[in-house]
């Protein structure tokens, strides 16, 4: 299996393959704010195409003709109009929120493997091999299986009377 063979080699290729996963996760999340302005211009409230709201929750803008005016998600409105602003704005929040949750928790993961592979290289796990332990339960006997269909109870209850 790998880590749980104390296995040096499978353990690095690990801490490689995780270490290359937080850094796609930093560029996926840096290129999403670099380019949250742009994301804005281009698809802050696009107007709906009929009958795509049937399925999509849309937001309703009421145009100057008293006219329904439907538009896909994200739409963020500020006094009754589309805002640019507001759209940036939110944008920017949510990726950094993402950030400040994927990030630090990916590198704990890092760090943690990490001090996995030392203690390999240390020799601290030698000798250790993981034997997963299963527990089966025994089998009840006639006298506890009827305590379980509520047999042997009705029984007490009757001594009682």
């Given at each position: 299996?790998?880590?749980?063979?104390?296995?040096?080699?499978?353990?690095?290729?690990?801490?490689?393959?995780?270490?290359?996963?937080?850094?796609?996760?930093?560029?996926?999340?840096?290129?999403?704010?670099?380019?949250?302005?742009?994301?804005?211009?281009?698809?802050?409230?696009?107007?709906?195409?009929?009958?795509?709201?049937?399925?999509?929750?849309?937001?309703?803008?009421?145009?100057?003709?008293?006219?329904?005016?439907?538009?896909?998600?994200?739409?963020?409105?500020?006094?009754?109009?589309?805002?640019?602003?507001?759209?940036?704005?939110?944008?920017?929040?949510?990726?950094?929120?993402?950030?400040?949750?994927?990030?630090?928790?990916?590198?704990?993961?890092?760090?943690?493997?990490?001090?996995?592979?030392?203690?390999?290289?240390?020799?601290?796990?030698?000798?250790?091999?993981?034997?997963?332990?299963?527990?089966?339960?025994?089998?009840?006997?006639?006298?506890?299986?009827?305590?379980?269909?509520?047999?042997?109870?009705?029984?007490?209850?009757?001594?009682?009377e």
């Amino acid at each position: 299996m790998g880590a749980e063979q104390g296995d040096s080699r499978k353990v690095k290729l690990y801490l490689v393959w995780i270490s290359l996963s937080v850094i796609l996760n930093a560029a996926y999340l840096g290129t999403g704010l670099y380019f949250v302005d742009q994301f804005c211009r281009d698809h802050n409230c696009d107007k709906a195409s009929e009958g795509y709201c049937t399925h999509t929750v849309c937001a309703v803008i009421e145009d100057k003709n008293a006219t329904d005016v439907y538009y896909k998600p994200p739409c963020l409105i500020e006094d009754g109009q589309p805002s640019h602003g507001l759209c940036v704005t939110t944008m920017q929040q949510d990726l950094v929120l993402e950030m400040l949750i994927v990030l630090p928790l990916s590198l704990y993961y890092v760090m943690v493997v990490w001090s996995l592979t030392l203690k390999i290289k240390r020799g601290d796990l030698a000798g250790w091999r993981a034997d997963p332990h299963v527990h089966v339960a025994e089998a009840a006997d006639e006298e506890q299986s009827g305590l379980l269909a509520g047999e042997q109870g009705s029984e007490d209850q009757q001594e009682h009377e």
